[in-house]
């Protein structure tokens, strides 16, 4: 069992910055790939960043990359995602997973791959 808590939303500027936490729970994160996803009010969740259990492999959807960083701290239990450049359209709720997969290099980039998700934190960016 894993339990994922997110922090470090809020409101931010257009072309700012914010960088969102997920702490995990239970001693076997190391062995979870991680994603983030997002879902704007009335639409589809969407799939934004991924990261290996490793660490060593992350993949992006194209509306973020260049702009979003994730990363882990398989010692702290940790996964960020660091974002830059920030445009209203990136306001949503934003949401951690843990998907049990079985390599150090795998991701997962699908919602019904991940195993675990969290409450999800507000991100909003004004114009």
């Known amino acids: 069992q894993v339990q994922l808590v997110e922090s470090g939303g809020g409101v931010v500027q257009a072309g700012g910055s914010l960088g969102l936490s997920c702490a995990a729970s239970g001693r076997t994160f190391r062995s979870y790939a991680m994603g983030w996803f997002r879902q704007a009010p009335g639409k589809e969740r969407e799939f934004v960043a991924a990261i290996s259990w490793s660490g060593g492999n992350t993949y992006y959807a194209e509306s973020v990359k260049g702009r979003f960083t994730i990363s882990r701290d398989n010692a702290k239990n940790t996964v960020y995602l660091q974002m830059n450049s920030l445009k209203p359209e990136d306001t949503a709720v934003y949401h951690c997973?843990?998907?049990?997969?079985?390599?150090?290099?795998?991701?997962?980039?699908?919602?019904?791959?991940?195993?675990?998700w969290g409450q999800g934190t507000q991100v909003t960016v004004s114009s």
């Open positions: 997973a843990a998907s049990a997969t079985r390599t150090a290099q795998a991701l997962a980039v699908m919602p019904h791959e991940y195993d675990y």
